[in-house]
């Protein structure tokens, strides 16, 4: 079960990682808001979206399938059932 933590380690930083550079152009173009406060349960749905359009462009952008890119297919697999 490690090779997953170090999957979904993976995911959650890039997830994190695009979220900060989406708030930051919307934080740009939007100059005259001045706070950042959102709806912490449409805060949670949109980062879980993002999860699932990031394994969803991994699973099908993969290419060759080798026995290490099935593992991880099938960790993300696991990660959208749960």
């Known amino acids: 079960m490690q090779q997953n933590k170090e999957i979904y ?3 959650n930083k890039t997830v994190q990682d695009a979220e900060y ?4 152009v919307v934080a740009e173009e939007y100059q005259e808001i001045k706070t950042g406060d959102c709806d912490p349960f449409e ?3 949109f980062t879980e ?5 990031v394994i969803s462009w991994y699973v099908n952008n993969i290419g060759e399938r ?3 890119t ?6 993300y697999e696991q990660y959208l059932r749960s």
């Open 49 to 53: 979206s993002l999860k699932r359009q």
């Open 43 to 45: 805060a949670i749905k």
């Open 70 to 75: 099935k593992k991880k297919e099938e960790a």
């Open 21 to 24: 550079a989406f708030w930051a």
């Open 9 to 11: 380690d993976r995911l």
């Open 66 to 68: 080798t026995e290490e």
